[in-house]
């Protein structure tokens, strides 16, 4: 097998990791070490209802009392966050008389926390910042802090630059992307995860995966989000499993936090069809994006083969492969690795089986089309290679 294949005449790339992060079981008591480090005097806490009724909320609320800090709340977040969502939490943070956010939850709160953060000081509508459209360049460093806290192991948004969000305007789920929207801290405390359901685990952690798959796959050129995607392979090759069947192990529910993290840090390089797909597929039949990436991972792996055959062979080492065979085997083999994932943690393989509607599959392909997640794919693809890759899934 080739080791990493690196062009021969590389362009001139700029690469960033500058996230500060405070990891590891118990990290939530040093939230008010983070708080105090920025200068919040009256953080607004943005999160959802589940996160509330998990008790999450008020773990974070008691810490920073202890802290001599009293918090605001929104819990409105819906799973997969509108705009309304956004503006509804820019009207708490005014009200409240904020000066920062501590964004709490899965991605949704995560990124709702975000684009909040950017209108305090932006005028809207998000749509001005769509990054398909050059909107990042809109965006300005002066933005309030924002300290995130992932309570699922999936997005990891607590170490990424976007925010994703249903537009109004579009009905389209689109990218808000600039280094400005950088969480100033990450705390990630993975006895934050041990409660949460075996589905939920199984379909961020899938999520996890695809972000690690797609961006190792990816066109471009960037050593260090390869690196950090083949170790996130492989800690969800070897965790995942246990996560889902043994919620309670702190050990596997660590190593899929640092899956998480690496799947984000990693996309920065690019993404690819299974996340355009993914993206439509939520506003219009309400799959969670963990569900629609696992479903159509393997899929678009499989559209994929011929023209990156050599890294998904390394895919399928670091998801535990240990045979001796060919390049061609071994891709094919990380193919199968993916299926039997999804299966052994309890996830639908089709998208009939996730509720989405046959007649909705063209309006799927035309807004996975429109979604610039596409660009990075190794194999370049139209709309009907969407609308055929749906069908495949379907």
Same mark, same amino acid.
């Given at each position: =097998?080739?080791?990493?294949?690196?062009?021969?005449?590389?362009?001139?790339?700029?690469?960033?990791?500058?996230?500060?992060?405070v990891?590891?079981?118990?990290?939530?008591?040093?939230?008010?070490?983070?708080?105090?480090?920025?200068r919040? !005097?009256?953080?607004?806490v943005?999160?959802?209802?589940?996160?509330?009724?998990?008790?999450?909320?008020s *773990?974070v609320l008691?810490? =920073? !009392?202890?802290?001599?800090?009293?918090?605001?709340?929104?819990? *409105?977040?819906?799973?997969?966050?509108?705009e309304?969502?956004?503006f #509804?939490?820019?009207?708490a943070?005014?009200?409240?008389?904020?000066?920062?956010i501590?964004?709490?939850?899965?991605?949704?709160?995560?990124?709702?926390? !975000?684009?909040?953060?950017?209108?305090?000081t932006?005028e809207?509508?998000?749509?001005?910042?769509?990054?398909?459209?050059?909107?990042?360049?809109?965006?300005?460093?002066?933005?309030?802090?924002?300290?995130?806290?992932?309570?699922?192991?999936?997005?990891?948004?607590?170490?990424?630059?976007?925010?994703v969000?249903?537009? !109004?305007?579009?009905?389209? $789920?689109?990218?808000?992307?600039?280094?400005?929207?950088?969480?100033?801290?990450?705390?990630?405390?993975?006895?934050?995860t041990?409660?949460?359901?075996?589905?939920?685990t199984?379909?961020?952690?899938?999520?996890a995966?695809?972000?690690?798959?797609?961006?190792?796959?990816?066109?471009?050129?960037?050593?260090?989000?390869?690196?950090?995607?083949?170790?996130?392979?492989?800690?969800v090759? *070897?965790?995942?499993v246990?996560?889902v069947?043994?919620?309670?192990?702190l050990?596997a529910r660590t190593?899929?936090?640092?899956?998480? =993290?690496?799947?984000?840090?990693?996309?920065? $390089?690019?993404?690819?069809?299974c996340?355009?797909?993914?993206h439509?597929?939520?506003?219009?039949?309400?799959?969670?994006?963990?569900?629609?990436?696992?479903?159509?991972?393997?899929?678009? =792996?499989?559209?994929n083969?011929?023209?990156?055959?050599?890294?998904?062979?390394r895919?399928a080492?670091?998801?535990?492969?240990?045979?001796?065979?060919?390049?061609?085997v071994?891709?094919?083999?990380?193919?199968?690795?993916?299926?039997?994932?999804?299966?052994?943690?309890?996830?639908?393989?089709?998208?009939?089986?996730?509720?989405?509607r046959?007649?909705?599959?063209?309006?799927? #392909?035309?807004?996975?089309?429109?979604?610039?997640?596409?660009?990075?794919?190794?194999r $370049?693809?139209?709309?009907?290679?969407?609308?055929?890759?749906?069908?495949e899934?379907?």
């Amino acid at each position: =097998m080739k080791p990493f294949d690196i062009p021969p005449e590389p362009r001139v790339t700029e690469m960033a990791w500058p996230t500060r992060i405070v990891f590891g079981a118990g990290a939530l008591q040093r939230l008010p070490a983070q708080v105090a480090r920025l200068r919040m !005097k009256r953080p607004l806490v943005v999160t959802d209802a589940g996160v509330v009724k998990a008790g999450l909320v008020s *773990r974070v609320l008691e810490t =920073m !009392k202890t802290a001599g800090v009293t918090c605001a709340v929104f819990d *409105r977040v819906e799973p997969n966050p509108t705009e309304a969502d956004v503006f #509804a939490g820019l009207e708490a943070y005014r009200q409240q008389g904020c000066d920062g956010i501590i964004a709490l939850g899965g991605g949704s709160a995560l990124d709702a926390g !975000k684009l909040v953060q950017l209108l305090t000081t932006h005028e809207p509508p998000l749509s001005r910042y769509d990054d398909a459209t050059g909107g990042d360049q809109f965006i300005r460093e002066d933005v309030p802090p924002l300290i995130a806290i992932p309570t699922t192991a999936g997005t990891g948004s607590e170490v990424g630059r976007s925010g994703v969000v249903t537009l !109004k305007d579009t009905g389209r $789920k689109t990218v808000i992307f600039s280094p400005h929207l950088l969480p100033r801290a990450a705390v990630v405390d993975p006895e934050l995860t041990l409660g949460l359901p075996p589905a939920i685990t199984a379909a961020t952690g899938m999520d996890a995966l695809t972000h690690c798959v797609e961006a190792y796959v990816a066109q471009g050129f960037h050593p260090l989000a390869d690196a950090v995607a083949v170790d996130g392979m492989t800690r969800v090759g *070897r965790s995942l499993v246990t996560a889902v069947r043994e919620g309670e192990d702190l050990a596997a529910r660590t190593d899929m936090m640092v899956a998480a =993290m690496e799947g984000a840090m990693a996309f920065q $390089k690019g993404l690819g069809a299974c996340h355009a797909l993914a993206h439509a597929l939520t506003p219009i039949s309400g799959v969670p994006h963990g569900l629609a990436n696992a479903i159509c991972l393997p899929v678009v =792996m499989e559209f994929n083969r011929a023209v990156c055959t050599a890294r998904l062979a390394r895919v399928a080492v670091a998801l535990g492969d240990t045979t001796q065979a060919r390049e061609e085997v071994l891709a094919g083999n990380a193919v199968e690795r993916v299926r039997q994932l999804n299966a052994a943690v309890g996830l639908p393989s089709r998208l009939r089986d996730a509720g989405v509607r046959e007649a909705d599959l063209p309006l799927i #392909a035309t807004k996975a089309f429109q979604d610039a997640s596409h660009q990075g794919n190794p194999r $370049k693809v139209t709309e009907a290679d969407l609308l055929a890759l749906a069908r495949e899934a379907y």
